[in-house]
């Protein structure tokens, strides 16, 4: 017997073992082990052997002071109870073994030098079944039985304590991994995907995911998504209401928690539904914390009822608090990234800017026409309005446009123009809206759109009309919801840019040959601005030759001090169908032909192309008939006196013609 207690270091076992070998020596009709809890101060029953039917074993234990082991323990010595019936010491045990039939029953201490650890019992269903021979003989019994249960007890510690020991080695690891993951991972894909196989390592989960609150709809979103053995009713980048959902509840209460799936359905039926078909039978969810500000949540999920543990909340409490550091970190990264690209966007576009010809600050003239634009854009420009500038080519829109820019709020931020119609139409949407690495053959890398490095800002959109019809309802999108995505991405980016248009065609006519949206028209046209063609600017003639030989003689070092009457009034009387532009390339050359200090101005040009352009006098002889009318009729246009009853045709063909020529009423 002793050489079978000492090869046992299973209590179970053990038991087994000795039931087994005492009946052939001690009669018996029940054995059992009971432990002392000091901390609890209670008894408890920890093994029974028995053939009988077991009726009313205490599941919680039993106070020191009801129970007969404490005094063996006391004493040392055997408690004996002959007959059960006439005890009167301990009722509660006395009730239990007489539920059971016991007649009889003795208690012999376990005990080591070192501690007490509780008592041998053995019971019998006939009374004073056991002799003072039987009693001294298991009492011999019990003090193998007590060493054994002692190494065994210290087993099955160590055993415990080497679990403890490996689970949090595995979670030191793990926290070990995730911390390296902050200090390495920039980009949050990076990390999540470094901190998510962490975890499936460590601790098994099927699922993990980490949801980011969007401020701009409010709703929390699914950034990243571990879950290799989905069936797809997760998405990644999903939208997640902080109403009705599980992830919504712990962000709100800013409390983590463990649920079981009746759990999971209490708090959202929604979030029930969704892990119900994906297999998901528990889940731990905590919420990322940093500053007193919550970020999302951190979500880890298994298949196996009932996987996660109070330990387990308190260290996925302790990753969250990482991540929510290096969700900090990122998104600032994120942020000083796009920041450093748009500076480089900006820089660029900038010193393009200085290449390129612009190099008159100020719109000269002084003419009563001229004054009636500047008026209106003294007007439009404080206001964000969507500002569509009518003229024809070279009559200055662009300058027009910075105007606006330079007097409104925006003047800080930056004045970023595209010419439409020099852009190819294939890549149009990605000059406007900007496009990821990958997104087509040759993007090789990213590029910001000059909506979002006009952020702030002004767009000036030259050439309007040539927008393909197709591109035009992102357009539309842009100056409705201020919002879009880059090509090849589905993130959606706002702007706060306002938008100046330009175009040398009549979008009016263009809708109604359905050649450009009705909406998008209505949507540009909310302030639009004629400008006028030099030849109905002449008293601004002369000022703007004198302009551009300042101009050019600095530029060249030359100096010139006179121009000929008669030159200045050949080019009063030119019709100038090149506009501003065509004037300022013309004195340019007369510039460089002067040698003295008198301009050279090569008159015979003009009357060449003067010459050249009487077979296209058609257009020319229309406006002039226009423009003559409606100084007739001081400058109205409809009833029986205005312009377009002297030109014998329908107010509204006069006003489509108008605005076709460029014409407007305010110069008259």
């Known amino acids: 017997m002793a050489e079978s207690i000492s090869a046992r270091r299973q209590l179970s076992t053990l038991f087994s073992d000795l039931s087994r070998l005492l009946k052939r020596l001690v009669p018996f009709d029940f054995i059992s082990l009971t432990l002392v809890d000091h901390k609890e101060r209670v008894v408890r029953l920890h093994i029974l052997e028995t053939d009988e039917p077991v009726v009313g074993t205490p599941s919680g234990g039993t106070p020191f002071e009801e129970t007969p082991t404490i005094v063996a323990l006391e004493t040392r010595r055997p408690y004996y109870i002959p007959d059960v019936a006439a005890e009167q010491r301990f009722p509660v045990i006395r009730e239990i073994l007489q539920a059971n039939h016991i007649q009889s029953a003795c208690i012999l201490p376990l005990f080591t030098a070192q501690r007490e650890l509780g008592g041998l019992h053995f019971g019998s269903l006939t009374k004073d079944a056991y002799s003072p021979q039987d009693i001294e003989f298991m009492g011999q019994v019990a003090r193998q039985v007590a060493v054994a249960v002692d190494n065994a007890l210290n087993s099955e510690s160590a055993i415990a304590y080497e679990a403890q020991l490996s689970r949090e080695r595995d979670r030191l690891r793990a926290l070990l991994e995730v911390n390296n993951a902050v200090v390495t991972c920039l980009e949050t894909g990076q990390l999540f995907d470094a901190i998510a196989g962490s975890l499936r390592r460590r601790f098994g989960v099927d699922y993990a995911s980490l949801l980011i609150y969007d401020p701009e709809i409010q709703a929390l979103r699914l950034k990243m998504l571990d879950f290799p053995e989905s069936t797809g009713a997760i998405q990644q980048d999903a939208v997640v209401e902080l109403d009705d959902t599980l992830a919504g509840h712990v962000y709100r209460t800013r409390e983590g928690r463990i649920f079981n799936l009746q759990q999971i359905r209490e708090v959202s039926p929604t979030t029930f539904e969704l892990f119900t078909r994906e297999g998901i039978q528990s889940l731990c969810s905590v919420p990322l914390l940093l500053r007193g500000a919550a970020l999302g949540t951190l979500n880890v999920g298994s298949r196996q009822p009932d996987r996660f543990h109070a330990d387990d909340l ?26 450093n690209t748009r500076l480089a966007e900006e820089k660029i576009y900038l010193e393009d800017e200085i290449r390129t010809d612009n190099r008159f600050e100020e719109i000269v003239g002084q003419s009563r026409a001229l004054k009636t634009i500047l008026k209106q854009v003294e007007t439009v420009a404080p206001t964000d ?86 591109l035009q309802s992102k357009l539309l999108r842009v100056l409705q919801e201020r919002e879009f995505e880059r090509l090849g991405s589905s993130r959606t980016i706002r702007t706060d840019a306002r938008l100046v248009a330009a175009t040398n065609r009549d979008l009016a006519e263009m809708v109604e040959a359905r050649e450009f949206r009705a909406d998008l028209y209505y949507r540009l046209n909310v302030f639009p601005i004629t400008v006028p063609p030099l030849r109905d600017r002449h008293d601004d003639i002369p000022i703007l030759v004198q302009y551009f030989v300042q101009q050019y003689a600095r530029r060249m070092n030359r100096r ?44 015979r040009e003009l009357k060449r192309a003067a010459g050249g352009a009487s077979v296209i006098t058609l257009e020319t002889a229309e406006r002039d008939a226009i423009i003559r009318a409606l100084r007739d009729a001081s ?34």
């Open 314 to 339: 308190q260290f996925f409490t302790q990753v969250a608090a990482q991540v929510a550091i290096a969700l900090d970190n990122a998104l600032s990264y994120q942020r000083i990234e796009e920041l």
């Open 385 to 470: 309005s969507t500002v569509l500038i009518y003229g024809e080519t070279g009559t200055g829109k662009e300058l027009l446009a910075r105007a606006i820019h330079d007097l409104s709020s925006r003047k800080q931020g930056t004045f970023v123009k595209l010419n439409c119609a020099a852009i190819p139409t294939g890549l149009l949407e990605s000059e406007l809206f900007g496009h990821e690495k990958g997104a087509f053959t040759g993007a090789i890398a990213q590029r910001i759109g000059r909506f979002e490095l006009a952020h702030r800002g002004t767009i000036f959109l030259d050439e309007v009309a040539e927008i393909p019809i197709e």
């Open 560 to 603: 010139i001090t006179s121009i000929p009457t008669e030159s200045m009034n050949a080019l009063a009387r030119y019709h100038w169908p090149g506009n501003i532009r065509e004037l300022q390339n013309f004195i340019e050359r007369a510039v460089i032909l002067t040698t003295g200090s008198t301009l050279n101005l090569p008159v």
């Open 635 to 668: 400058g109205k246009v409809g009833g029986d006196h205005g312009a377009a009853a002297k030109l014998g045709m329908k107010r509204t063909t006069l006003q489509a013609k108008m605005r076709k020529l460029g014409i407007d009423t305010k110069s008259f």
